[in-house]
């Protein structure tokens, strides 16, 4: 077997051993991690800003392809000082 095969089958296992609550757990857990890269990625390009404005650049990136959630975004974006 090769060794990536053996990673895999072994990655596999352990996941198909979680709990439906660990699974929902380690999904959202992966989820606020992409949402703190995201955030400090924003930050290192446009420097620091209030929390409120970060959240809303956070989601516009996260959501920003789907026209209807980039307009809500924008919408609340507006609302934020600078």
């Known amino acids: ?3 990536g095969s ?3 089958s072994e990655y596999r296992d352990r996941i ?3 709990t439906p609550a660990e699974r929902v757990a380690r999904s959202a857990a992966l989820f606020a991690w992409t ?3 995201i955030a400090r990625q924003i930050l290192a390009e446009q ?3 209030d929390a409120e404005r970060l959240k ?3 989601a516009l990136r996260l959501y920003g392809r789907e026209p209807s959630a980039r307009r809500l975004i924008q919408r609340k974006l507006s609302d934020v000082s600078g």
Do not use: F, K, T
């Open 1 to 3: 077997m090769p060794p």
């Open 35 to 37: 949402r703190d890269q």
């Open 16 to 18: 198909d051993a979680l």
């Open 6 to 8: 053996m990673i895999e």
């Open 47 to 49: 420097g620091a800003m």
């Open 56 to 58: 809303w650049l956070v």
